[in-house]
């Protein structure tokens, strides 16, 4: 890892601990509604530390891998430029005010909750956020709806999952591998919706 | 005490590793857990703290830290925040060489093909999940209609959407 914690942004300078647990301690305050958007442009745009490509890249690594795309995004920033130091603080500074935000408001919660007019607030709120949920829902399987395979996972999926109930972990040891050699299988069968062949 | 630190550390740990597609693939396995596992709070307690973490700033994953805190206090929230982010977090850590060097190998785009539908269903299920604890009026699905619909359809920020929905819930209209 000794290499990666001596990369250095496009113009030369270094990116010190500090800066990195500011930089996601700021990011931590503002992003409302999803961070991504706020972390590329402070990242990208106003810090520079990162080029779009290298984001990009980077980004493609943290979608991969388990866990939230942009808690990942912190510790592979912070990883990249002071190794493990740089990614535990890249990682504490964005999650420290939310936290503390969310813990104030659970307190809130908890000793009102049984107001009739927090009560209804909260009805309106979950509403809300239910809708966003299915928003997503709607988004992530854009990239789906023409491959019946992808279909027929996602709905065995939502089934044994939403209606039936079953533990994740063996849900998803059982029907990944099969996701995986369907969508192997389709792209051999279909070279050409793969990648551009040199011909 | 205990003995619940240890079960949300399990917990928690388990779901980090699980969370391929984000936090939201798996809010239904979470859900089970805390809801119909353990009992340490209702269905409709779950989803309330999983919109106020939604309302909050920062990542989206911030309904583990409520729940740490709502079930064993400060001791709950370490163990649930280390536990949630601690595992991925070294995962990403660890990985950032080897993506460097399979690149351009075709298995690491069939991976993430077939990874693909499940993270759909998976977002699905929660959706269901949560829609089907918060919703018990008319006027409540109509909101979350409405939010999903301006949601996929228009950039309106969330945040609006959020406040406008419990600004409606607030005034009470259509919810007994």
Redesign the interface.
Known sequence: ?A??SQARPADGRQVSVGELFVGFLGL????????LPFVRRAVVDQRRWLSPEEFTDLLG????????????LS??IG??FRG?VG?LSA?TG??A???L???A??VV??RT?ND??VH??????????????????????K??VR?P??????????V???LV?L???PT?LA??PL??????RR?RSAPNT??ETAK | MSATLVALATIFSQLSLLAFGGGNTILPEMQRQVVQVHHWMSAEQFTALFALAQAAPGPNMMIVTMIGWHVAGWPGFIVSTLAKFGPSSLVTAASMHAWERFKDRPWRRYVQLGMMPVTVGLVAASAMLISHASNRAAIQWAITAACAALGFRTRIHPLWLLVVGAAIGATGFGQT
């Not at chain 1, 931590?28 to 961070?35: H, P, R």
């Not at chain 1, 395979?149 to 939502?158: K, Q, V």
């Not at chain 1, 996701?179 to 192997?184: C, F, G, K, Q, R």
Request: with cysteine; hydrophobic share 65%; glycine share 12%.
């Open positions: 890892m290499m990666d931590g305050l503002i992003s409302f509604g999803g961070a690594l943290c979608q991969f891998l388990p866990g939230g795309n942009v808690i990942n510790v592979a990883m990249r493990a990614a990682i964005f999650i005010v939310p936290s935000i969310v813990i408001l659970g919660y908890a909750q009739p007019v209804h607030l909260f009805g309106g709120l979950a509403a809300a956020a239910a809708g966003l949920l299915i928003a997503m829902a709607m988004k992530v399987a990239p789906i491959s395979e992808g279909i027929f996972i996602a709905a065995l999926m939502f044994a999952i939403a109930r533990p994740l972990l998803m029907l990944t996701s995986i050699a369907l969508a192997w792209q793969g990648k």
